[in-house]
């Protein structure tokens, strides 16, 4: 392909169309018609004009590039969860004429690290953040930095304030005890996480205050309640404790992996014993666990909305804090028997 | 941040190192001792020093981002292979300086469309393509456009000579027939995808040519050959039809997702079916399922090793083409019961 000769005005002349046009096409392809698209990129093939994104850079100061860090893969199971928010994440942001450009960092000082080197090698224009949590440093060293973000994940604590989009943990896990009441149970236990996780301690209040409505005390929801690292060995073992010692009839859990463990237990005795998973995973519909689903396609939807805001200068008086509402996809785990 | 005054002349001289070294941190850092880095850093922050990737593209011609596209979210199951060496090529790329850049596509043609607009206004210097097929047209585009490229599946036809790494997926389904012949099972089914997969096609061969070596008959062979397509459903019905007609003391599969389904029969029956399932995705460490899996860190490395000898020219007499031997990760699905 010869590069060299070709100008943006000869593509212009040639699709006859305005420079302007031929500089949309390729700087802001969404802003143009299909067929005006294909005329402008006939003409670029045909005189084999090649124009450079860096020149366009120094010219527009935007690269139309977001930064996420991938996590490391922890547990497979729940790990998914963030990899489908980087698939919504990665469609939104090319139907809107941007592009996801990853990176990895083992802890937030050296995502701060990589951060800097994003910016100064590639000239990213904001980043995503994944997995807030207390004593996150990473929210406060970008708004230092005047770099534009949003997080997947709410600021735990009242210090941070900037945009983010979380899923309501909460409504989900009383969802999921409403559920188990609708089908007649009242004895529903919880598997959760050790303290130290918002994120677990969201979900645990959410079945908990729905217990205390059902006029259930301290005292039982205190048995019911079992508190166990992630992961299927730990789900099954603590299932087995909190039968012993409470008899529910039901268990809602923090994670598919834990309640994929506990419905392993209820499968192997041939118990009636209801199981409710969280974030819908693979596994989950792989094996008939009804579970609590993370509106992923509209949460990456809604963070580029706020990210969008901060470089076009948009939105307005459009909120900059978004809790969506996750839904409860019921499967055979907890059809009465 | 005042990123006006500073030059790389006035962070050479307050680190005291050269110019080329704080280049090198900036465009190689992978080449500079990490207290060297430190130091040009602390520099780099003392003064604000913003260099511009841009213009460094413009001087180097480089922008050390790879492109890879994202797929569709099939099978969450399955699709956990490609999610895996997406992290694995993240990390493999950013320790040897180089940056991934995602896209989305929904076939060939459109696939193609993007490498355009990548090239024209990301300045993408390569390309990973995943899930080669018969018919491909990326290759040949690629090739024509001189873009340097490598993929991860091999050429399934005689035309395409480009560099790829790929798993021998014959090599794992035998070594699943040799794993249950140790264990005594003869009678050993394969569950596999319909005609006209190529990865297919390859995994059944391993499979069938270990059975034939075993001194089975090819009658026997297509009785004990179920097709079907994949998923965890399919699996149940296509193992319990086999059953009823080959009486398999064992059965291979394509996929974890039909050998979750063959297990689930085999469990609800309690039969002693031994089952191994073909990439070792979490689905199969959570159930116990004895599965072949592939070694995605590697064959990450080694596809950018293909892509730097493009774009370094280096590698000389290394061979281009990289078929990595799976394992098999034994788990309690295939024990003698």
Same sequence: chains 1, 2.
Avoid: K
Avoid at 215 to 239: E, I, K, S, T
């Amino acid at each position: 392909m010869d590069t060299t000769r070709a100008t943006l005005e000869s593509v212009a002349a040639r699709a006859g169309v305005s420079r302007q046009t031929v500089s949309n096409v390729l700087n802001s392809p969404h802003l143009v018609r299909p067929e005006t698209t294909d005329r402008v990129r006939a003409a670029i093939d045909a005189l084999g004009y090649r124009p450079s994104s860096a020149a366009r850079q120094l010219r527009t100061g935007r690269s139309r590039v977001v930064g996420l860090r991938l996590e490391p893969v922890h547990d497979g199971i729940n790990g998914a969860v963030l990899d489908r928010f980087l698939h919504a994440l990665t469609e939104s942001a090319q139907a809107r004429g941007y592009r996801v450009m990853l990176f990895t960092a083992p802890d937030d000082e050296r995502e701060i690290a990589q951060y800097r080197e994003l910016l100064d090698t590639a000239d990213l224009d904001a980043f995503v953040l994944t997995s807030t949590h207390r004593h996150d440093t990473r929210a406060a060293w970008l708004a230092e930095h005047d770099v534009p973000f949003v997080t997947f994940g709410r600021p735990w604590e009242q210090a941070d304030d900037h945009p983010w989009v979380d899923v309501d943990g909460a409504a989900g896990t009383r969802a999921a005890v409403e559920h188990l009441r609708r089908l007649g149970h009242e004895r529903i236990a919880y598997l959760g996480w050790p303290d130290g996780s918002d994120v677990g301690e969201d979900r645990a209040a959410g079945w908990a205050s729905a217990m205390v409505e059902a006029g259930h005390d301290g005292a039982l929801l205190r048995r019911l309640h079992a508190r166990v690292p992630d992961g299927v060995a730990a789900g099954a073992q603590a299932v087995e404790r909190v039968l012993a010692d409470a008899a529910p009839t039901a268990v809602v859990c923090a994670s598919d992996s834990l309640a994929l463990g506990a419905l392993t237990v209820a499968r192997t005795r041939g118990s009636a014993l209801a199981v409710v998973g969280f974030d819908d995973t693979p596994v989950a519909a792989a094996v008939g666990l009804t579970s609590v689903a993370q509106p992923l396609t509209e949460a990456a939807h809604r963070a580029l909305d706020l990210l969008l805001d901060q470089l076009d200068g948009t939105g307005g008086a459009r909120s900059r804090e978004v809790l969506l509402a996750p839904h409860l996809v019921e499967r055979a785990s907890s059809r009465t028997p």
